[in-house]
């Protein structure tokens, strides 16, 4: 099991890739929402803003319920994040649910 703060550099890594994509594809995948992602085994919530095609903010502190919502084990999280577990078969595996509208869920899906 992943530790929180390993989570939270995985969220941080995850935030400084997006930072790094350009043109079309960050024209493309820009959206403002609020964001969540609980963490059940670790018991915590992180929570932050998608803006501009990137997430900042991202805290533990208590926060309003956010427009997208993930639910994601510690370990799948730094697995996600890293490369090594694809979202689409997490996602369709039921290893990472995903609460929010249809269209955020597509460009959601292809930020990460």
């Given at each position: 099991?992943?530790?929180d703060k ?9 935030a400084?890739?997006?930072?790094t ?17 609980l ?6 919530t ?17 926060a309003?319920?956010?427009?997208v919502?993930?639910?994601v084990?510690?370990d799948?999280l730094?697995a996600?994040t ?6 689409g078969r ?5 290893r ?14 292809s930020?990460l």
């Open positions: 099991m992943a530790t390993e989570c939270r550099a995985a969220l941080e890594r995850l400084a890739r997006l930072a994509v350009d043109g079309d594809e960050h024209r493309h995948n820009t959206f403002d929402r609020s964001m969540s992602c963490v059940p085994d670790l018991n915590v992180f929570s932050g803003a998608l803006s501009d095609g990137q997430i900042t903010g991202i805290t533990t502190e208590p309003p319920k956010a427009q919502r993930l639910t084990g510690s799948d730094v996600l890293d490369g090594h577990l694809d979202f997490a996602w369709l595996s039921g990472v649910k995903v609460e929010a509208s249809v269209r955020d869920l597509l460009k959601l899906r930020m």
